[in-house]
Each structure stands twice: as C-alpha cells, then as structure tokens.
C-alpha cells in the first residue's frame, strides 16, 4: 500500500466517526448564542459562545490557550498534536453581524431552525458553520489517537467582523511564527479561494466655518467640499479601472464613498463647521497601497481646496493588504484534492471578495492560506442567512483529510 493510499484510508477511517447529527447539535446550541459584534458597544459579545467552546474541549480533554485581546473577547488556540512536524492552522471566528430587524426575517434568527435540510440564523454560514466543522474535524483526529507528522491548531477567535482583533492578538503571541499554513474556514460555495481583496478605508473630514443659510459667504461651506470630493474620488476610480485589468479571482479595483455625516448644528437653515466622508477602497495584489492613499490624500485635499476656508483632514482608518497564494502551494493541493474525495467534485479556485481573518495572518507572516468552508459566498450579513447541514458534516470530513494529506506531502518531500 502506498503513503499516499495509507493516508487516504486513515483520514477515511477518522472521518467516517462525524456524524451529522452532531455537527447540526454543535451548530444550533452556537447559532442560539447571539454573539453580535456591535461597533457601539465598548466590550464585545464573544464571552459566551467562548465559554461554550471551551467547555466542549474540556470535555474532550483537548488542551487550549484562553485571553481576552478585549473585554468580553477571548480567543482560544488549541494544538492537537501528533508527531514532529508543521503547524496546520484552522480559523474560525466566534463574532456574528447583527440581524437587523427581526420582523424582516422568516424565521427566528437565534433560533437555528432547521427547514429541508438547512439550519436558517444569523451566523449559520459566517461562520459558526465553518467553526464547528473544524471543532468537530479536530475532535474526530485527536480522539483516534492517530499518528500524523504535526499539529492541528485551532484558532478560534474574535473580533472578525469589526478591527480583527483577535487574529491580530493571536499573530502578536506567536501562534503564527511556526505556521505553515492555514485554511480560513469561511463559508465559499464549493470553492477553494487562494486569493483575497485588500481594504482601504479613509476618514475625510471637511473643516470649515459654521454661518446662517441665509448668508452662505459668511461661511466656508464643508459639505460643498465633501460633494466636489465624492465627484474627484469617482473619477480617480475611473481612471485606475481604465489603466488596469480586473484580477483574474478578485475582478476589480473599487473606491465606493460609504457614509457622508454633517457637523452641528443639523440644522437646514446652517452652514456647518464641519462634514465627514467615510471611503472604502477595494484592492488586488497588484495594487500599492502607500501610493493609493497618498493619492487619495491629494485627490481630496485638491477638491477642498476648490471651496475657500475649507481645510481637509484625511485619516487612514485601516490597511488590510489584498493576499495570494501560489496555486501550486501544498495547501492548495490538500484542500483540492479533500474536496473531490469527499463531495465528489473538483472545486474551482477562487477569490474572496471581502477579507478575514487570513487577511492579518498574510500581512503579519505571508502564511500561506486558503479560504474553504460551509455555505454560499453570497449569504452572509443577509436576512435568512441559512447552511446546508450535510455541507457542515461533509467539511468536517473534508478538513481531517486535508490536514492529513498536507502533512503526508510534506513528510515525503526528498
């Protein structure tokens, strides 16, 4: 028999022990738990599904590192180990969106009510999905007590859905230094996504001088400024569409303004002292980022200055770096090869058009990463947001067979 075929049969063995039943039990009792990132909330919601977690690894006597980045935002890292060799991480975060309104939505959405085969709440697909596949795909291989040349490490974290946190906090201790790869465990529709967009987002402030409606040129007028921004931005965008091609995985580069806020008073009647843009910038690995904010920099402060007494103050509010990983790396293959072994179809590779938490692990340590989980692309932060149960179980399976496989390819290099 073959390593390769050996493999094969020991992570088929491990994997045939999930059960759907319980990947579905796992699933609702996180799903019920409404663990909502909040921007307006100082403390985070994390603590209780944290607790949750952690009280499954006791019971399966699976050691973990537990610390809050934040109050009421622990991350917890688990290794299962097997023998000298790499670190195999597997992300998934513990932080949902809110609902919204409850009223727009069919069903409970804390209330993971399982209709024709799918499980429907806020955080089924992103993720609690994906997080409980990789819970139960480490269970399944450290109860086997098999051998495999490294260890799985589990990280669950918080804070995806705001500033990242905790995969900045778990990247600052170290968990990363001795990673070889990882697989982000976020809901792709079938795909194996080895590419993710960059993020830009800009605070432009507009300061200018407060007067009577009546007499406008007694003011300096920033929401004037603000508009002639917005109009100089879409051009700007106009212009880097028309100098490149859409990225083969991440299509196109996009600048969208996203939320436009006047001073005080609100008042129609009154020039105000001030007004806020809010900038979203969408990138590809082929784009600097230094020199697209300085740029943006210059595209604004040129349009405020087409108003008189308006001065611009542009803030870089965040930087997240677009990622990329080699098609031929071996965590591609592993997650490849896996997904036709188990759902019986080969998967196409593709891109993210958002970020996760991979995004910090590539910015920190070039880990290389695939993006590879339950659910559509397109579900989540959607009213009715829903996963397909057989989906969860089958990526539980699918997650023992890569991690064994990418260890085995590993181990037979010459």
Not at 153 to 176: C, T
Not at 252 to 270: C, D, H, I, K
Request: charged fraction near 20%.
């Amino acid at each position: 028999m073959s390593q390769q075929t050996s493999v094969s049969k020991i992570a088929q063995d491990i994997a045939e022990t999930i059960q759907e039943s319980e990947t579905t039990r796992l699933l609702a009792n996180m799903v019920r738990i409404p663990s909502v990132f909040d921007p307006e909330q100082a403390a985070g919601n994390e603590r209780a599904i944290a607790d949750y977690v952690a009280n499954l690894l006791d019971d399966w006597g699976i050691a973990y590192d537990r610390w809050d980045v934040a109050p009421n935002r622990p991350n917890i890292v688990a290794d299962i180990r097997g023998g000298p060799g790499l670190v195999l991480v597997f992300e998934g975060h513990m932080d949902v969106v809110t609902a919204g309104d409850a009223g727009a939505w069919e069903r409970d959405p804390f209330g993971a009510k399982i209709v024709d085969g799918r499980m429907f709440g806020r955080g089924t697909a992103d993720m609690k999905g994906g997080l409980t596949a990789m819970l139960c795909a480490a269970r399944a291989v450290h109860a086997s007590g098999a051998e495999f040349p490294g260890t799985i490490r589990l990280a669950i974290l918080s804070d995806e859905e705001g500033m990242m946190q905790g995969a900045r906090a778990f990247a600052a201790a170290g968990y990363l230094d001795d990673a070889a790869a990882a697989i982000i465990c976020e809901p792709e529709g079938g795909r194996v996504c080895i590419a993710q967009k960059g993020a830009l987002r800009f605070a432009v402030t507009f300061n200018g001088k407060m007067a009577h409606g009546c007499m406008p040129d007694e003011g300096a007028n920033p929401v004037v400024a603000l508009a002639e921004a917005i109009v100089a931005l879409r051009r700007y965008e106009g212009d880097m569409l028309a100098a490149s091609s859409p990225h083969p995985l991440l299509g196109r580069f996009s600048l969208s303004p996203t939320v436009v806020s006047g001073g005080e008073p609100a008042q129609a009647n009154v020039i105000p002292n001030r007004a806020q843009l809010m900038v979203d910038v969408r990138t590809g690995p082929e784009h600097d980022h230094g020199e697209l904010a300085s740029a943006i920099g210059a595209v604004c402060a040129e349009a405020s200055a087409t108003v008189d007494g308006v001065e611009c103050v542009v803030e870089l509010l965040d930087d997240r770096p677009a990622t990329e990983t080699d098609a031929h790396d071996p965590i591609v293959a592993a997650a490849v090869s896996a997904h036709k072994h188990v759902f019986k179809s080969d998967p196409p590779l593709g891109g993210v058009p958002g970020s996760t938490d991979g995004t910090i692990f590539w910015m920190e340590r070039r880990t290389p990463l695939v993006t590879w989980g339950p659910g559509d692309t397109t579900i989540p932060h959607q009213v009715d947001e829903f996963v397909r149960l057989d989906e969860v179980a089958g990526y539980a399976r699918a997650y023992v067979q890569a991690a064994l496989e990418f260890f085995a390819s590993w181990e037979a290099r010459p």
